[in-house]
């Protein structure tokens, strides 16, 4: 059984950090690459970052250079979202996603992934 699930989510002030973690189970982790998606309150669900099998990573623009995507190189099976800088825009439901298909600069195509989590909700307060 895949399993996909997402951890880590708060509450936190402006100008803060979290870490947000994806347990998987269920299917090669290795031969997947991960995403990570967020949906705001009344927006719709957008790509946040990814990487891929080889640990080349992707960012928006909206979150480049305050967000950092890895991978469990030790476990192998579990990829995190470390979020930094945190502004209120940040706010959503974050979730994560794993595509068997190559990622690439469309890491934002939600068609590309397989499998996804139920996510983690973010709340960044004013």
């Known amino acids: 059984e895949v399993q996909v699930v997402e951890s880590g989510g708060g509450l936190v002030p402006r100008g803060g950090s979290l870490r947000l973690s994806c347990a998987t189970s269920?299917?090669?982790?290795?031969?997947?690459?991960m995403g990570w998606f967020r949906q705001a309150p009344k927006r719709p669900r957008e790509g946040v970052a990814a990487i891929t099998t080889n640990g080349t990573t992707y960012y928006s623009d909206s979150v480049k250079g305050r967000f950092t995507i890895s991978r469990d190189h030790a476990a192998k099976t579990t990829v995190y979202l470390q979020l930094a800088s945190l502004k209120p825009e940040d706010t959503g439901v974050y979730y994560c996603a794993s595509a068997y298909s190559a990622i690439e600069s469309d890491f934002r195509d939600e068609r590309r992934y397989d499998y996804w989590g139920q996510g983690t909700q973010v709340t960044v307060s004013s």
């Open positions: 269920g299917f090669t982790f290795g031969a997947y690459g």
